[in-house]
């Protein structure tokens, strides 16, 4: 066996099962094995892996045990010459395994090697390639340096940003997204260290191969995409800890006394300055947009005053000083306040809550206005003149800064995402109908062909005019057929477009998500399928109270019914079956092969097969029918059954 792969999931299925898809074509050109340890998601990943990839070694933690501890689990029992820490969020290329294998077999000094990494819209993550983070390393990095001058020697070393991206490099660290290692290497470094629950532990183990007498390269000859801050928000202050925490683990293990002990007071400074840095930004981020709204209002407020007096009164200084400086500021507040609590500073921004928190403020004061001593009652037309002005001014801001795509200054306007999805007309088709079911608000441009010999209607032209088609038919994202194009090939086209501001999602065979990421900071865009499965505790809970209500109906109204009934004992059993929880109303068609793997489903007395009393119905679509009902169950779905067939419910 030359390759071990081995995959730790967390609450990932979508990302698990585009990226199983791609490591089960990258293997076909090695000999190896695959490992997937779920540390106890929820999100339904383990029935994912026993349903599609049978023949994947699975381990299922009912905890969750932490990064290093699974990985451990897998790799005591990987046969392979190499093991790969591989995350799932994470797409290869078709030859991504062989190239590695290829360069550590030609390098035998290597004990670990690490690829070029790119996220969701083809941008390179500088972490495929770092630096031992030693005091001063850390200190650079964390407190900025690092990213003021990319190219110096000296306060570049975290990232070895002055280190060509597509050139071979030996460096220190290696990043736990893709991980090769030798296995003789960690049979003399040993294992993950398991007192890292989560970051760290690849710095641990790529500095300990090091110590080994092994040297760990860069090797950007093969590409892969990792949907980097999917399960973490990597900018959070709880991330910011845990990770620098797990610097401070790194270095009272590695660093002599002294050393980790100034390493530590760096850290914990670093902690508090990121703190005061996150805190000051969201207290500006909460002030900045009102303070510029005041400072606009009051502005025309001080122009609108002079004008207002030299047109009504003849004179420039009617008012006294008082108004502008103290009475105006008031009526701000009224106007700042209207437009908070009508939502006009959540984002995106919306222009109607903005206008209507406007129109409440202006009517806040002039109810204030009117319950007031006379004495300070100036006028009630430089309120509406100043409310005019507020308005405009206010609006005109937003919208000034939406035209210059200003962060943060967003319209909420429901405008549809022009989309193209390149594949095979078939493939094409389907995940058409996936976009439709997943209520996204897009508009489709067309299919593009891989060649000239699969053109529809929908194709609006070839791969190898992807740039131009973008330019001309102003796509704003691209879909990628998996079961069409080889992972290499996507991944190159995501390459040769980075300039474009375009997003990319990946559609893997055979599923009902399509998947993609817009940022390194974010999570990554996922379209999927509303699924609305009957085991769900809500819909449970609806068609027992559906079940109930409608027991209790037919039960008063058993006198006059029972009468349309041959079978008037069953009828009235079933009311009685229905109440007690025994059965249900509305259950599986029987003679279905599909039970054990569906949810389990009381007997019913009716089944979806009633809503097509006309059909004969062969196995397979009853297991179809049975398996849409428990898939996409409605309330809605049993009243209509109920209403239709209750003629038959005095079924046994």
């Not at 050109?29 to 490992?35: T, V």
């Not at 502005?299 to 009504?312: K, M, Q, R, S, V």
């Not at 409310?387 to 801001?397: D, G, M, P, Y």
């Not at 200003?406 to 995402?417: E, N, Q, T, V």
Request: hydrophobic content about 45%; some cysteine; glycine content about 6%.
């Amino acid at each position: 066996m030359k390759l071990s792969i081995i995959i730790v999931n967390y609450n990932v299925k979508h990302f698990l099962e585009q990226c199983l898809h791609s490591v089960l074509k990258a293997v076909k050109n090695c000999s190896a094995e695959i490992f997937v340890v779920d540390n106890n998601s929820v999100d339904g990943s383990a029935q994912l892996i026993r349903e599609k990839f049978p023949n994947i070694q699975f381990i299922h933690n009912t905890q969750n045990v932490g990064f290093s501890k699974a990985n451990n689990q897998a790799i005591k029992l990987a046969k392979g010459e190499y093991i790969l820490l591989l995350n799932p969020d994470t797409v290869v290329e078709e030859d991504t395994f062989k190239k590695v294998v290829d360069f550590m077999d030609g390098h035998p000094e290597a004990g670990g090697l690490g690829v070029k990494m790119i996220d969701g819209k083809g941008t390179f993550l500088p972490e495929s390639k770092r630096g031992l983070p030693t005091p001063w390393v850390a200190f650079y990095k964390m407190f900025g340096l690092s990213k003021l001058f990319p190219q110096s020697h000296k306060f570049g070393k975290y990232h070895l940003s002055y280190l060509n991206e597509n050139e071979i490099h030996e460096i220190d660290v290696l990043a736990g997204a893709f991980m090769l290692m030798r296995k003789t290497a960690l049979d003399i470094v040993g294992l993950l260290d398991e007192t890292f629950f989560m970051y760290g532990e690849d710095i641990d183990l790529s500095y300990r191969i090091q110590q080994g007498g092994f040297k760990n390269y860069y090797f950007p000859e093969t590409t892969i995409i990792h949907y980097k801050g999917e399960s973490t928000k990597k900018g959070s202050l709880n991330y910011v800890k845990v990770f620098y925490n797990a610097m401070i683990i790194f270095a009272k293990k590695h660093f002599p006394g002294g050393k980790a002990g100034i390493f530590a007071l760096l850290i914990q400074l670093a902690i508090y300055f990121r703190a005061l840095i996150s805190v000051s930004k969201r207290i500006i981020e909460k002030i900045v947009v009102p303070l510029i709204d005041g400072l606009l209002i009051f502005a025309g407020f001080w122009l609108i005053t002079p004008i207002w007096e030299n047109l009504h009164f003849g004179q420039s200084d009617y008012y006294p000083n008082e108004f502008l400086q103290f009475v105006v500021p008031v009526y701000i507040l009224f106007y700042l306040f209207g437009i908070l609590f009508s939502g006009g500073y959540k984002k995106p921004v919306s222009l109607y809550k903005i206008m209507r928190g406007i129109v409440w403020g202006v009517v806040s004061i002039l109810l204030v206005y009117s319950l007031v001593d006379e004495k300070f009652r100036f006028s009630r037309a430089l309120i509406l003149l100043g409310t005019a002005w507020s308005s405009f001014a206010v609006l005109t801001f937003r919208l000034v800064f939406h035209w210059f795509k200003i962060k943060g200054f967003r319209l909420d306007i429901k405008s549809a995402r022009k989309i193209a999805i390149v594949g095979h007309s078939k493939e094409a088709e389907r995940v058409k109908q996936i976009l439709e079911k997943t209520q996204i608000e897009s508009e489709l441009a067309g299919f593009i062909a891989l060649d000239n010999s699969d053109k529809g209607n929908n194709y609006i032209g070839e791969l190898n005019q992807l740039r131009e088609i973008i330019r001309i038919n102003r796509i704003d994202e691209i879909i990628f057929c998996a079961e069409n194009l080889s992972s290499a090939e996507i991944i190159r086209a995501m390459l040769d477009l980075t300039q474009l501001d375009i997003d990319y999602k990946i559609a893997p065979p055979e599923s009902i998500s399509i998947i993609g990421s817009n940022s390194i900071h974010t999570a990554g865009d996922l379209y999927v399928v509303n699924v609305n499965a009957i085991s769900k505790t809500s819909n449970k809970r609806k068609k027992r109270l559906i079940d109930i209500e409608f027991a209790l109906l037919f039960l008063i109204s058993s006198p006059l019914l029972i009468w349309f009934y041959k079978q008037k004992v069953n009828f009235l059993k079933n009311i009685t079956g229905v109440l007690s929880g025994k059965k249900s109303w509305i259950g599986y068609i029987p003679e279905s092969e599909t039970f054990e793997t569906l949810p389990s489903l009381k007997s019913g007395v009716l089944n979806p097969a009633d809503m097509f009393p006309e059909l004969t119905l062969d196995k397979e679509k009853i297991t179809q029918l049975n398996i849409l009902y428990a898939r996409d169950y409605r309330a809605l779905t049993d009243a209509g059954l109920l209403l239709k067939a209750w003629k038959n419910l005095d079924r046994k």
